[in-house]
């Protein structure tokens, strides 16, 4: 099966807000994930998933190790070439949904691809297909603030899709969500994965989300402790 990601002991260091005191997120994490999995990763607040995500998805960079997304390894890539595996490759979903709040949820899906140079027109047709996807047909020119926070969710999911990507990596995609909004966005990522062959990748704290993935890995202080497939963890 293809690689589609793949971290090989990768160390992330960060500087506690300048104070010389250095925190380990990650400490020599190995993983693979392949092309058309459905991964959790979970684990405490401050364990590392966050980060083990953003470097994944090419939003930032280890201090030791290597990254590869569809077997190129990133290091010696240009920001302009990592940008460039951001729009194609990656769909990004946040908590915090990240959506601008001038825009309405049509051209806020098309950005993407405008800033990928493709025009107006074309990009905002797309965008009002996969909003009409994602169920909110009738929500086209509203702005953030007037939508609930599971319609500015699908929004974002809308967005991640704009321009095709292999991948869609979600940072909490329910954690700001009701049980329901929640529910709805867990069956739209399955969706996703099922029916479109998607790549998905989510850090949650939600345990009904990871169980419902493919395969959980959870992680603890920037270790991975546990790394399972659905079919190991009903075999007892």
Same mark, same amino acid.
């Given at each position: 099966m293809k690689v589609l990601f793949r971290l090989k002991d990768v160390w992330k260091v960060y500087d506690m807000k300048g104070t010389g005191v250095e925190t380990n997120a990650l400490r020599g994490v190995s993983v693979e994930v392949n092309k058309g999995e459905y991964l959790a990763i979970v684990g405490p607040s401050g364990s590392g998933k966050s980060t083990m995500m953003h470097v994944m998805g090419c939003l930032d960079t280890p201090n030791k190790g290597q990254v590869f997304v569809d077997e190129k390894e990133i290091s010696t890539l240009s920001e302009d070439e990592l940008a460039k595996i951001r729009r194609e490759k990656i769909g990004f979903v946040f908590q915090a949904y990240n959506l601008i709040s001038g825009l309405t949820a049509v051209e806020n899906v098309a950005l993407p691809m405008r800033l990928d140079g493709k025009g107006k027109k074309e990009a905002n047709e797309r965008a009002v297909k996969l909003l009409q996807r994602v169920g909110l047909g009738q929500r086209l020119n509203h702005k953030p603030n007037e939508m609930s926070g599971g319609e500015q969710q699908r929004?974002? =999911?809308?967005?991640?899709?704009?321009?095709?990507?292999?991948?869609? *990596?979600?940072?909490?995609? &329910?954690?700001? *969500?009701? &049980?329901?909004?929640?529910?709805? =966005?867990?069956?739209?990522l399955e969706e996703l994965h099922g029916k479109e062959g998607k790549t998905v990748v989510v850090v949650t704290h939600d345990t009904h989300l990871a169980a419902r993935a493919d395969r959980e890995i959870h992680i603890k202080d920037g270790v991975i402790i546990h790394d399972r497939k659905k079919h190991e963890r009903h075999s007892g």
């Open positions: 929004v974002a =999911i809308a967005r991640a899709l704009i321009n095709n990507p292999e991948a869609i *990596l979600g940072d909490e995609p &329910t954690g700001n *969500l009701d &049980t329901r909004s929640g529910a709805e =966005i867990i069956e739209l």
